[in-house]
């Protein structure tokens, strides 16, 4: 069973839609949850993390986590195309690992 | 200022050589990472190390070889290439704390021919 699962994807959504990617991991003792954006040819970049069961939301992002269900997910409200690049989840199960999901790659269409 | 940055960009080699890929993170943190990115965007750890000590090491072939000479330093180092070795490694720094991020660095397109 692989760490961290994602949607293989791809998704698209149009310009203006909520964009929702999934995530699930099976390491109970992970604390810490991230969502990185990762366009083409360059390196990941952060947008949100969170470590609270419940909703954490910044701009047109919210993250939601459930650790019973070692769920995370990130919404994207008002997508813009902008947004189109791949999403990669991270977990990290102690604090000099951090281990991530195969992406979803998302397209968002003008 | 980079706060983390891995030299070359660019790699290109034949098989059966031996290449070396440099990290330096200029923020203070305690914990360097290798991760390799295949071409389906899977990015795996290879390697942790906290403050010059190896942490994690993710059954990587023992050609393979990261060395830390300091806590702000991370190198990589490759023995015979091969051609499955062809990926995008990447660099990464985090503080210990498991509530932080991980910052990367632009990452090495390696390709072997």
């Known amino acids: 069973q692989k760490e961290v699962e994602q949607n293989s994807g791809p998704l698209s959504v149009p310009e203006g839609a909520i964009a929702s990617l999934n995530c699930t991991y099976s390491?109970?003792?992970?604390?810490?949850f991230f969502w990185y954006r990762q366009y083409s040819g360059k390196s990941p970049e952060l947008i949100m993390f969170i470590y609270s069961n419940g909703d954490k939301e910044d701009g047109r992002f919210t993250a939601q986590l459930n650790k019973a269900s070692q769920y995370v997910s990130l919404l994207i409200r008002d997508s813009q195309p902008s947004d189109s690049a791949t999403y990669l989840c991270a977990v990290r199960p102690n604090n000099n690992d951090m281990r991530f999901g195969a992406g979803t790659r998302l397209t968002v269409k003008p | 200022d980079t706060a983390v940055s891995q030299t070359p960009k660019y790699l290109v080699t034949q098989m059966g050589n031996d290449k070396s890929i440099k990290c330096e993170q200029n923020?203070?943190?305690?914990?360097m990472y290798w991760y390799k990115q295949d071409s389906k965007k899977f990015l795996k750890i290879m390697f942790s190390?906290?403050?010059?000590?190896?942490?994690i090491n993710e059954t990587v072939p023992n050609r393979f070889s990261p060395k830390s000479p300091d806590k702000a330093h991370l190198n990589l180092h490759i023995n015979s290439l091969e051609l499955g070795d062809s990926a995008v490694y990447f660099c990464?720094?985090?503080?210990?704390?498991?509530?932080?991020?991980?910052?990367f660095g632009q990452g090495t397109r390696l390709t072997v021919v």
């Open positions: 190390y906290n403050n010059k000590e190896l942490i």
């Open positions: 923020l203070g943190h305690d914990t």
């Open positions: 990464a720094s985090s503080q210990v704390n498991w509530n932080t991020e991980a910052f």
């Open positions: 390491d109970r003792g992970s604390q810490s």
